[in-house]
């Protein structure tokens, strides 16, 4: 994969005086020329809005926008483009789930359930659907390493459970959950899955009616797209039970002064101008991946964080938070007697880039018995040498930490 590395033109520069050694894919990930320059031959070429125009530039710019939304369909294996509705991010499409279909549905004695692992964007919305409707929050239980023991997961999930809402892979852990087994379980019991996808859909193949999952989230912007835009796929069916919940151009059919109609969809979810460029960006990030293939990404990415976790394990006084085994893009860990803030500061003074902090994963961090950690996540424009760096910065900070202390 080391070739790619030249497709990124951010990752060629040199950071307090050492080449740049980017680990924080898992927040967001690098762009590669040619999504660059598809963004740039929109504004540069045809910037004009979609659907409303019947001038070139905005034919150009429609066509553009839905051959996007085909791009995505195609992707993650959707029957039909009215199944992939383009939001601002997961966090917006878990919000559009939980507003337009669990307020409406739910009721007292009904039941959500997700992890304790779940980030900030798929539990908040659960908690406040419960408190408005009377609906219970569950959670099911974590093994010691962080991942699921199914016959668990068949003891949480009763009659009454409507909704599961579970992040694919774990953004501290790394942990692949076993999401096409979870759903056939839900489904038993007549409820619906919502996969958070965020941190699997730019790593892995997802062929959302292999998994049968009914809703899943994920974000351009850690799939080497622009910012600023996402994607909800749900189930047509489902979909077309849903209230808009933005209301306003774009989205309607016919206005009158009391009353109004929606057009169909995808687009009566789509209210007001759409993300138009960053639409052709992913569409653009799609192309990149698909070049490569998903199937050698995601062995890439498994090897890597193997070889990471592996490297550093073997140095003295680091904890590695997660499975030992079947873990997708990140490594946590934490230097015992060093705050991750601290272990983040001295990497970057060595121009090495890793997150530190609690990760929008609060609950898990108590879970975990840790205030923060420290987290190295990579991409394809990640190699051995990367994490021979890393290894050789963590021992530079406890040298470095062990004289101040000492």
């Known amino acids: 994969m080391k070739s790619y590395k030249k497709d990124f033109p951010i990752l060629h520069q040199e950071v307090n005086g050492h080449p740049l050694v980017y680990l924080d894919s898992a927040a967001t990930s690098q762009k590669p020329i040619p999504v660059i320059e598809a963004l740039e031959d929109y504004y540069k070429g045809y910037n004009s809005n979609v659907h409303r125009g019947v001038h070139t530039l905005g034919s150009k710019a429609t066509d553009a926008y839905e051959g996007a939304r085909e791009k ?22 878990i919000n559009l789930v939980a507003s337009s279909y669990a307020r409406t549905r739910l009721a007292p004695g009904d039941e959500i359930v997700i992890t304790p692992s779940e980030h900030h964007s798929n539990l908040i919305p659960w908690q406040q659907v419960a408190k ?21 997961v068949k003891e949480t999930i009763t009659p009454n459970t409507k909704i599961v809402a579970i992040q694919h892979v774990s953004n501290v852990l790394g942990t692949v959950h076993p999401i096409k087994e979870i759903a056939q379980i839900v489904h038993q019991h007549g409820g619906v899955i919502l996969v958070d996808g965020a941190q699997s859909v730019p790593h892995m193949k997802v062929d959302v009616q292999d998994l049968d999952v009914d809703f899943l989230a994920f974000s351009s912007h850690k799939m080497l797209g622009p910012t600023g835009i996402g994607v909800l796929y ?20 016919h206005v009158d002064l009391y009353d109004s109609t929606w057009k169909e969809l995808p687009w009566k979810f789509e209210g007001g101008t759409p993300i138009i460029a960053g639409a052709i960006g992913l569409g653009a990030a799609i192309d990149y991946l698909e070049s490569i293939g998903m199937d050698q990404i995601e062995a890439h ?4 964080t193997k070889l990471a976790c592996e490297k550093l394990s073997q140095v003295e006084g680091i904890t590695i938070y997660g499975p030992k085994e079947n873990r997708m893009g990140v490594v ?6 060093v705050h991750p ?3 983040a500061t001295v990497l970057d003074a060595e121009g090495i880039a890793v997150r530190a902090g609690h990760h929008c994963c609060q609950p898990l961090m108590r879970w975990l018995g840790a205030t923060a950690t420290a987290r190295a996540s990579f991409y394809i424009y990640n190699d051995e040498e990367d994490i021979d760096r890393l290894v050789k910065g963590l021992q530079k900070t406890k040298e470095y930490f062990g004289n101040v202390f000492r």
Not at 132 to 151: I, R
Not at 301 to 304: F, I, K, N, Q, Y
Not at 332 to 337: A, K
């Open 72 to 93: 995505v369909r195609r992707f993650i294996h959707a029957r039909s483009t009215k199944e992939i509705v383009f939001t601002r991010g997961t966090t917006t499409a």
């Open 132 to 152: 408005s409707t009377g609906a219970t929050l569950k959670y099911f239980p974590l093994e010691a390493d962080g991942t699921l023991d199914l016959a668990k």
């Open 234 to 253: 749900g189930k047509e069916a489902l979909l077309d039970e849903m209230e808009p919940i933005e209301f306003g151009g774009e989205m309607i059919d």
């Open 301 to 304: 990415d498994r090897a890597l």
């Open 332 to 337: 946590t860990f934490n230097v015992d007697g």
């Open 341 to 343: 803030h601290d272990v």
